[in-house]
């Protein structure tokens, strides 16, 4: 079985620059007078995403973080979530002294849009995470959002690639916040991106990112009223190094063929698992054209002790499955964040997280190691629910 953990080796390209940095020491990206590492990344990620404003940070939680910051949200601004994500998320929050207020997920990872119209009314902003890629329906969100009056951050960590009616995920908010961290489609060890068109929130954005004194006038020609800030606003420093931007830059243009691959990978291991009849892979939205890198599912008619057994059933094939719900301490499943100032109760959230399953399946996985991925989960579904049928004559 192929470890699934294992990342793709970093474009032979990076490595000169890499080289070059070491020699001449400039890791910092506010040394170089212009054209530091960082700041070309930013150009260069602005430019593909079609968007004004591009900010490197030193993480996609330092960008949600962030983002909440330059929205000039007040202390106890409460923020609408989808209460499956990562717990980076309604940290961030807490981290900007807000308060995260958590909606429910459906069966299919996305945002129950139900219980995001009773939860909007009260809320200052919504952060979208689209979890593991899931898009949820950003028309209907977007909609609701608008008449309501709140802005709307969309946590794209792991939705870079992914399109929406044609459009980028990151773009459709008022600001996308992305994650180069080594299990997202690029790695670059950590780092995050924060986007968006409006010239105000990026110029407080890039301020507080620490861009001390004049240092926002290494941001290129970026048209946003920088001097309006000055001094106006705390710095917390969540810069990217050079070191970063110089393995980021080369995988740029590998967006495309890990997207390609991503998508024709999942969609290959999601038809053989929906022969299961003990496995459910929910399809994506008729507008969403996903960038997976990774497979969710459900476990259909599983006792909770049977799911057990099906993920350990699994791990004996060489497979590893992580059943959001089951595994103790679980970041993403939202009891586990006890940290939050109002603790809250999402009944459909935890009975999805109770029976969803998550596997890693990265773009460079070939057709045979896909394949036996998918054959040793269906086998593990049998072994758990059918023992007569696997083992009997
Ligand atoms: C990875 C991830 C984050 C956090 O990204 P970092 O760069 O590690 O801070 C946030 N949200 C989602 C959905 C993620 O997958």
Redesign the pocket.
């Known amino acids: 079985m192929p470890d699934t953990h294992q990342a793709e080796p970093i474009p032979e390209a990076a490595r000169a620059e890499i080289e070059r940095l070491l020699l001449s020491g400039d890791l910092f990206r506010y040394t170089a007078p212009e054209d530091a590492p960082v700041a070309l990344l930013e150009r260069e990620f602005a430019a593909l995403m079609g968007v004004r404003f591009a900010l490197a940070v030193s ?3 330092a960008a949600l973080f962030l983002s909440l910051k330059a929205l000039g949200l007040p202390r106890g601004a409460r923020v609408l979530i989808p209460g499956f ?2 717990a ?2 309604p940290s961030a929050i807490v981290h900007a002294d807000c308060v995260p207020v958590l909606c429910e997920v459906g069966m299919d990872y996305r945002i129950d849009l139900d219980d995001f119209a009773v939860k909007l009314p009260g809320v200052d902003a919504v952060m979208i ?3 593991r890629g899931h898009t949820s329906d950003m028309d209907r969100i977007m909609e609701f959002a608008e008449a309501q009056g709140v802005p709307v951050v969309e ?1 794209a ?2 939705s870079l690639g992914t399109l929406w009616d044609g459009r980028r995920i990151g773009t459709i908010g008022r600001v996308g916040c992305f ?1 180069f ?1 080594s299990y ?1 489609l690029v790695n670059g060890g ?1 780092g ?1 991106m924060l986007i968006t068109d409006d010239a105000d929130l990026v110029a407080r954005a890039v301020i507080m990112s620490g861009a001390y004194e004049h240092n926002w006038k290494k941001h290129g020609a970026l048209q946003a009223p920088f001097e309006t800030w000055q001094n106006k606003l705390p710095l917390y420093n969540m810069r990217m190094s050079n070191l970063a931007a110089a393995v980021i830059r080369p995988q740029l243009a590998e967006i495309p063929r890990r997207v390609r691959d991503g998508r024709a990978g999942h969609d290959f291991v999601a038809e053989r698992l929906n022969e299961s009849p003990w496995i459910a892979v929910p399809p994506a939205l008729p507008k969403e054209e996903r960038a997976p890198d990774s497979i969710q599912f459900n476990l259909v008619g599983m006792t909770r002790e049977a799911r057990a057994a099906f993920a350990e059933a699994a791990d004996r094939r060489g497979v590893k499955v992580q059943v959001f719900g089951l595994s103790r301490d679980n970041a993403r499943a939202f009891w586990n964040w006890e940290f939050l100032p109002e603790q809250v109760e999402l009944p459909r959230t935890r009975a999805m997280l109770e029976v969803a399953c998550d596997v890693r399946l990265p773009a460079r996985l070939s057709r045979d190691e896909l394949e036996a991925i998918a054959e040793a989960l269906v086998a593990a579904a049998e072994e758990v629910m059918a023992p007569e049928r696997a083992y009997g004559t």
């Open positions: 993480s996609c939680s994500t990562f980076a998320v995470s689209h979890m946590d960590a792991h994650s961290q997202k950590e995050g």
